[in-house]
């Protein structure tokens, strides 16, 4: 298994483009993360994905989408690059057995986005 | 959201002693307590967790207690290595919300040899 995967592990973007980051688990988890981590300010939540074919808003969603592709997918969109997105971007996911219980978070290597 | 605060942002401690890193939460129906390592340029990993009907769980040279009454938690490291040097990261988890985590903002401890 390769756990949580993400792609690509570095990218360099302009002000105003746009890209998608790839997360994709092979564990058949239900549950997906999109959480940044700034210096000093651990990690937040940006978007999240209790299931298949639903997508909830975290601690910080302007200016990122998510889709969640498939139980095993869910890519985050920036549409309009800022300088303040860059940082790194990490994809997690969990298995979420129940409602009620809350389980291990698996976490990707990160992407690493330079906005300038 | 709600705030997970974690102390000390920085420690250092020779090798065989034992380290001690606190965090406080303020959503009393938090109920999942995990603490991460991360290592320089890697994901964070789980390296014990906690839940809110046990006091106290421990894995070899770690250790977590959590005490719901005062809404903190801590983790106990006995005996450190050099390899436990790495940052380290509480979150305790968000109600509503999918089962997602509201993470503190880390200790990054160095283990002197």
């Known amino acids: 298994n390769a756990g949580v995967t993400q792609t690509p592990k570095f990218q360099v973007l302009k002000t105003g483009q746009s890209m998608t980051l790839q997360c994709a688990q092979d564990m058949n988890h239900n549950s997906m993360y999109w959480y940044r981590q700034d210096p000093g300010m651990g990690l937040r939540l940006i978007y999240y994905s209790a299931s298949e074919g639903t997508t909830d808003k975290g601690e910080v969603p302007n200016g990122y989408n998510v889709s969640r592709l498939n139980k095993r997918e869910f890519s985050l969109r920036l549409e309009s690059a800022a300088p303040s997105q860059t940082s790194v971007y990490f994809c997690?996911?969990?298995?979420?057995?129940?409602?009620?219980?809350?389980?291990?978070?698996?976490f990707g290597p990160g992407t690493r986005l330079t906005v300038l | 959201g709600e705030n997970v605060e974690q102390h000390p942002s920085t420690l250092s401690v020779q090798e065989g002693d034992s380290a001690v890193i606190k965090c406080t939460y303020s959503?009393?129906?938090?109920?999942?307590f995990p603490w991460y390592k991360q290592e320089l340029g890697k994901g964070p990993q789980l390296i014990i967790d906690i839940r809110s009907n046990v006091g106290e769980k421990k894995d070899q040279r770690i250790a977590v207690t959590l005490n719901k009454t005062a809404k903190h938690f801590s983790l106990h490291i006995t005996e450190t290595q050099p390899e436990d040097s790495a940052v380290y990261f509480c979150a305790a988890s968000i109600r509503n919300s999918g089962y997602a985590l509201n993470f503190g903002k880390g200790t990054s401890l160095l283990v002197t040899p």
């Open positions: 997690a996911s969990s298995l979420r057995v129940s409602s009620g219980s809350t389980d291990t978070q698996y």
């Open positions: 959503d009393s129906a938090s109920n999942y």
